[in-house]
């Protein structure tokens, strides 16, 4: 009577035939082929001393592996789950047959030879990737007397050459104190930043150089070309790699730089911390600097990245001047000349393009130069169209504020325009932009003037960001935003300048409703800046002190408002009034001198 089996379960195989093959696969690699035949030989002894054919990496239909029945569905094939798998150290060796009829098994193929060469290309740029700690202290533009209380924040930053890392500029704002960490070590280093824009420099110890190369850029990437960002953003203290393609490459507008640059959109995820981290191309070189993402209901996996060619005159910039010194501007504002009619207008021949300046910066060096409605055909010999763009790469086109980006200030353009039907070209000098409300402080303390608690100060956005909030374009009065997005300073020196609060005294009863109020003139002279003002108040011999406000609009008719002071009562208030709020000075340091 044969042996009685009970369902559902079959024999166990003998013991040292499990574990001769746990052992082979296992060991394989440190085995000779002589060994493996011979422990083959042992292994098909245990087994009737009959040898097997090789089994197919799938089940055989004609010779199907004996099988458990279970309950549930049947489970699938165990290839169609690794298929395209990368092999491990469990995976079923290889067969191969032997000179003697023999099978011989083979070590499988070991995932580390393969990953070694990825490693040779990734590693060194990865290692090359920093943490960088940042202590803030942002001043109080509300209260320009004092700062607000200090803050820290972490960001990314990738070593280049010359022992220096690049960030980006907010990643230390306001800077107190600025460390750095390799990746991988638990010391900290301490850095001097060079300039506020994207560099900074370890200057404490030159251990953190040791066993770390620089970072290598890239040329601009095409559209669909993968990149791969990394740094150390929220949710871990480790390195982060994110990937994705190039998206769209187009002049960008720069949040925290309120400018537009050429920039470069990706779809690979860029949260904060990932701030200054670089994003490599396939070749492990760095193509751009992680610096914004775009955040809204609509859109997903929207990432900006600063692209080689604003890194690279960044870098030269400040080589070149020992300074960062700014991307210049042609100093125009200019209109689209789409319409055909305006252009028959303007005197425009069928087979010219351009676009009209519809007004020039007084500030610009050359502004005598050019002159409204004058028509710009080309930029250093390159056609404008009438769009304002120019030609770029095969199939793309960008606009023509790129050509003057890639320049350097002081640098000289030679612009071709139409004037009166007539062909002029000038030799226009480039500057940086002049902006009557800047769009940063530069790193300097805010300045203001107190008399009589009348607190003055010059608008900044900075200033109107501390007022009003991040939404300061929707809640900031309409007046100073008008200023802020089409007035032009008038001269270099030029300011802004408001009355921002009224420090309560019996001296200034009526007045306290007066906030960030525009000064026009004091004692019938015009306020140009902050400076001046507080000059001509502090030398008033005058018994009344007039300031001359922003008009408000009564019905149709504009009205002037005035503040009058007693002169020798307002000053002699002032030291008071200072004393009640605890402040040290009447006048930032800056008007001092």
Known sequence: MGETRKRGRKLKAPASTTETMDFQCTSASNATQTDYVAAQNDVFSAANDSVPTAPDAKNDANNPAPARRGRGRPKKPEAEHMEDK?????????????????????????????????EARVVPAMDAVVKVFCVHTEPNYSLPWQRKRQYSSSSSGFIIGGKRVLTNAHSVEHYTQVKLKKRGSDTKYLATVLAIGTECDIV??????????????????????????????????????TSGVVSRIEILSYVHGSTELLGLQIDAAINSGNSGGPAFNDKGNCVGIAFQSLKHEDAENIGYVIPTPVITHFIQDYEKNGAYTG?????????????????????????????????IEPTAPESHLLKPSDVILSFDGV????????????????????LVSQKYTGDTALVK?????????????LATHKRLIPAHASGKHPSYYIIA????????????????????????????????????AESTDEQLVVISQVLVADINIGYEDIVNTQVLAFNGKPVKNLKSLANMVDNCNDEYLRFDLEYQQLILNFVTQIVVLHAKAAKAATLDILTTHGISSAMSDDLKT
């Open 453 to 488: 608690g009348f607190v003055f100060t010059a608008v900044t956005v900075p200033y109107l960001r501390s007022e009003y909030g991040k939404d300061y374009e929707f809640d900031a009065p309409v007046k100073l935003l008008d200023k802020h997005l089409h007035a032009m």
């Open 327 to 359: 991307f210049p501007i042609l100093g125009v504002e200019w209109q689209k000349m789409e319409n055909p009619d305006l252009r028959l207008a303007m005197g425009m021949k069928s087979d010219q393009k351009g676009v009209r300046i519809r007004r």
């Open 86 to 118: 990368e092999p491990h150290a469990a995976a079923f060796p290889e067969w191969r047959p032997y000179q003697n009829g023999a099978v011989v098994l083979e070590p499988p193929p070991q995932p580390v030879a393969k990953w070694e060469s990825v």
């Open 417 to 429: 325009v139409l004037r009166d039907s007539k062909i002029l070209e000038f030799d226009i000098k």
């Open 383 to 402: 056609k404008v169209a009438n769009d304002g763009t120019v030609p770029f790469r095969h199939g793309e086109r960008i606009g023509f504020s790129y």
């Open 204 to 241: 404490s110890d030159d251990e953190f150089w040791e066993g770390v190369s620089p970072v290598e850029f890239g040329d601009l990437p095409a559209l669909q070309d993968a990149v791969t960002v990394v740094g150390y953003p929220i949710g871990g203290d480790t390195i982060s790699v």
